[in-house]
């Protein structure tokens, strides 16, 4: 048989198109030509095939070779179609059985000696190759990431050899690995070891129990990093969809898959001096920025005024659609980003207003034109702004008279008042739309005269009156509460304190 099909898949954002391989081997003066948009490494892999046939002791046709990469419109990026390309040509020279092959996908770089060695994006691959009702091969390094995906075969391959026995039957490859069930958390960080600050405490458990974005204004040294560094241990472990989503971000991205924690939320933390394209993701190819690498998990975003405008503009409507879209002249890329943002700030430009120790000499106009470098846009989407003071030397060296409470405890109640939203609307209350909130955040006349009455008087916006009742409703499922009450009402007001105008 001079003509072989095979399958593969590509990359374009998180998704995994199915590439359709087709090699072609005709008389004619000996060459290789691979065509349908390849680029650089693509156009390569003919060398490293040539050398990887060769050293597995086949012989490579001394013909003419077309390899088609269809669908012809997509671009075809990096090494991952090697061994389907190599497949193809053993098949159509008769030098393996191929009337198996449409049963396969095949993904893996070759060396020239043969070896397969790992690529990234695999689990997208699986997923894609799971719901088409193909076995996946790939190399072994991938295992452990594509397992990840159930209902699935997999034959993980370490040399082409290996591949090639499998198809034609003279040695099976069987696939044996536990894919962890639950996460084995490895982080160390406790808010038993944050003394005092017992209402910043409050206010985590409440953002982490709704997905509130939360902004912590104080002077440095207060624990504002030391508290958002330790908002993971008291979030509740992702769903199988969620962490297949934000698996897959991760997967496509150059850090790779911690395949051991998958089931954790994700925390970013970028410096300051990140650019827009680092945050949101872009490139030739579009990859997934910070935004996309937080989604459904957390992104600390410390000493936020000395993020470039721009940078922060960009987030303003990731932080409303949960997701971004990057558009190049050739394409547009759709990432997910639905990320829960905490943010750290000082509240003046030496860092030290209101503070105790009377430090600070800014002037009004100084601190003013500080905290304009957070445009009021991007502040009118964060539910919670809350100051950090600095606590007493007394409590910072004995904690408090009975003791921090742990993550694991408040843990239990995030986790609580997370299932109770869940049940209410399949979703945390953070992300409830208009009409939800209409429907599950209804207030008391008492509490809407309140509502009203701070509106007027602190001149908030309708965006800030939709995110005050998804908060006090995030309160009162902390409280057990099927209503929202005055109380809770009034302690999500409360947290509106940077955006008042008095």
Known sequence: MSLAVLYSRG??????????????????????????????????????????????????????????????????EGGRFDLAIALGILAASGQIACNQLDHYECVGELSLSGELRPIIGVLPIALQARDHGRKLILPKQNLAEAALVKRIEIIPASH????????????????????????????????????GQYHVKRACEIAAAGAHNLLMLGPPGTGKSMIASRMPSILPALTEQQAQETAAIASISDQGLDVANWLQPPYRAPHHTASAAALVGGGGNPRPGEISLAHNGTLFLDELPEFDRKVLEVLREPLETGHITISRAARQTDFPARFQLIAAMNPCPCGYLGDASG??????????????????????????????????????????????????????????????????????????????????????EPGHQLLEQAMDKFGLSNRAYHRILKLARTIADLAGSDGIALNHLSEAIGYRKLDRQS
């Open 359 to 444: 430090r600070c000499h800014c002037t009004s106009e100084q601190v003013m034109r500080y905290r304009a470098r957070i445009s009021g846009p991007l502040l009118d989407r964060i539910d919670m702004h809350l100051e950090v003071p600095r606590v007493s030397h007394e409590i910072l060296r004995k904690g408090s008279p009975n003791g921090e409470e742990s993550s694991a405890h408040i843990r239990q109640r995030v986790i609580a008042a997370r299932n109770i939203a869940m049940a209410r609307a399949g979703k945390a209350n953070a992300a409830l739309s208009a009409k939800e909130v209409k429907q599950f955040c209804g207030l008391s």
């Open 160 to 195: 082409l050899l290996e591949v090639c026995a499998h198809l034609g039957g003279q040695q099976i490859i069987q696939t044996a690995f536990e894919c962890p069930d639950s996460p084995k958390s490895a982080n160390e960080l406790d808010f038993a070891d944050v003394h």
């Open 11 to 76: 990359r374009s954002g998180i998704a995994a198109p199915l590439v359709t391989v087709e090699v072609h081997v005709a008389n004619g003066l000996p060459a290789l030509s691979i065509v349908g948009l390849p680029e650089a490494a693509v156009k390569e892999s003919k060398d490293r095939v040539r050398g990887a046939i060769l050293n597995s002791h086949f012989e490579f046709p001394a013909q003419r070779i077309t390899v088609n990469l269809a669908p012809a419109d997509l671009p075809k």
